[in-house]
């Protein structure tokens, strides 16, 4: 697993961003489908997870985002120190991934931007974000104030969690959390969204399947 030393972004390629950028994978759900922790379900002989912190760890210092009481937290705690990075505990239980989001968001200082992950997407690479970190600062530093930068997959589908998201939407999410409405898509609604198109990273090897999430114990290799 590639360690980085660094507390915010560095890229391989291209300019270094204006911005200041913290990758954050929003781990320990309750994986109802799977019926158990996904996270550490192995894909092509390692726990998913370690494949998204991989990803994680080329941009940025990494930080997991889990739940307060959870059985396998020690895993997730031992995985955080390998990779040289935190621990955050969600601020509140069980609000799905837009309170992760908002977890995030809180650690972010005015200005920041996170980049957000779920745990459960072993195809993405640490180039495919570096990309995304790319074009949400050129949108910022040009004036057109991107709150979420959010990719579009091959058939169509944003996909919120995997995506730069600016601590100027934080407001937001905190008024839907007090209205009780958890949808991450209808806060796309609410606020300024770049899209990326697929067509704007088929570039990249394993662009196909980037974005591909997993949600029951894989029969054949997706890596």
Not at 114 to 138: K, N, S, W, Y
Request: glycine share 10%; with cysteine; aromatic share 4%.
């Amino acid at each position: 697993m590639s360690i980085v030393d660094r507390d915010h972004i560095v890229h391989a390629a291209g300019s270094p961003p204006t911005g200041r950028f913290t990758p954050f994978i929003l781990a320990g759900g309750e994986s109802r489908r799977m019926g158990r922790d996904k996270a550490w379900v192995e894909v092509e002989g390692r726990p998913m997870i370690e494949w998204v912190v991989a990803a994680a760890n080329e941009v940025g210092r990494v930080r997991l985002v889990i739940r307060r009481e959870m059985p396998e937290r020690w895993r997730y705690v031992e995985l955080a120190q390998r990779a040289g990075g935190e621990i955050i505990d969600d601020r509140v239980d069980r609000l799905g991934p837009l309170g992760g989001i908002a977890t995030a968001l809180d650690r972010c200082c005015p200005g920041e931007n996170a980049v957000i992950l779920a745990g459960d997407m072993p195809c993405l690479t640490g180039e495919f974000l570096g990309l995304l970190v790319r074009i949400h600062d050129a949108a910022n530093t040009a004036g057109k104030r991107a709150g979420v930068t959010v990719p579009v997959g091959i058939d169509g589908r944003l996909h919120p969690l995997a995506a730069i998201w600016h601590r100027s939407c934080l407001p937001r999410i905190e008024a839907m959390l007090v209205r009780g409405n958890l949808k991450v898509r209808d806060l796309l609604d609410e606020v300024a969204v770049r899209r990326v198109e697929f067509a704007e990273y088929r570039h990249l090897s394993g662009a196909e399947r980037m974005l591909t999430n997993i949600n029951s114990p894989p029969a054949s290799p997706v890596i």
